[in-house]
């Protein structure tokens, strides 16, 4: 079946410009993650979705972050004013989350920013 | 704190040799769960094994293995008889029980020379 779909695959944008990053998870999976990835470093967790549960923000660098997950589905992470910073790859990643364990995620092939 | 420490930035091996990726965490969990992910140089994040913590047992999966010790908090990763399509940044990540977050390490690059 289809994977994560993230959308766009690459933004440039200016500095001091909003963007939208999009994700489709994988349909049924009720878990969904975003982390972003800067150059040689691992993952930093933004924020978690799971099913109608209010989400996990803990991870957003600041309140110029943002994220929504419409119907449970789909989601987007908001950036306002981004600043150079900003530029990495943003990566999805969807989970089935049945119980109480986490379950393995997969990931999106992810956004790359690029603030200049 | 929740941590996860990949202290190899890069091993380089020459194709065929046994190669031993190590993780160590750090966790206030009584239950929890560790992950290994491969990124290959074509980026996305594929999942290759997850182990709770009440399993000690070590696994293998054809040409790879994974050591989990609580006593010395680790979880390392060895690929026997490693083959080029190998080479690729691989990732341990720690989650609580909760599965709300994450705990990702720095990766592990890896690149096998044929």
């Known amino acids: 079946g289809a994977g994560v779909s993230q959308s766009p695959s690459n933004k440039v944008t200016e500095k001091g410009k909003d963007v939208e990053l999009r994700c489709d998870p994988i349909?049924?999976?009720?878990?969904l993650y975003w982390y972003r990835q800067s150059l040689g470093q691992g993952l930093e967790f933004l924020i978690y979705?799971?099913?109608?549960?209010?989400?996990?923000k803990s991870g957003l660098p600041s309140d110029r972050f943002s994220a929504e997950r419409t119907g449970g589905s789909v989601s987007t992470l908001t950036i306002q004013r981004t600043q150079q910073e900003d530029s990495a790859v943003y990566l999805c990643?969807?989970?089935?989350?049945?119980?109480?364990?986490?379950?393995?995620?997969?990931f999106g092939p992810g956004t790359r920013l690029t603030v200049t | 704190a929740q941590k996860v420490t990949q202290a190899q930035t890069e091993i380089s091996v020459v194709e065929k040799e046994d190669v031993t990726l190590d993780c160590v965490y750090e966790?206030?969990?009584?239950?929890?769960?560790l992950f290994w992910y491969k990124q290959p140089p074509s980026g996305e994040l594929v999942f290759l094994i997850r182990?709770?913590?009440?399993?000690?047992q070590n696994e293998i999966s054809g040409r790879y293995s994974w050591n989990f010790q609580k006593s010395t908090s680790s979880f390392n990763f060895t690929i026997t008889a490693s083959q080029v399509v190998d080479s690729a940044v691989y990732f341990c990540?720690?989650?609580?029980?909760?599965?709300?977050?994450?705990?990702f390490g720095t990766g592990t690059s890896l690149t096998v020379i044929p």
């Open positions: 979705f799971q099913g109608n549960s209010a989400p996990d």
């Open positions: 966790t206030r969990d009584t239950t929890y769960y």
């Open positions: 182990r709770n913590s009440f399993d000690e």
């Open positions: 349909s049924g999976h009720t878990a």
């Open positions: 990643a969807s989970s089935l989350y049945g119980s109480q364990a986490p379950g393995e995620q997969y």
């Open positions: 990540a720690l989650s609580g029980n909760t599965g709300n977050q994450f705990y």
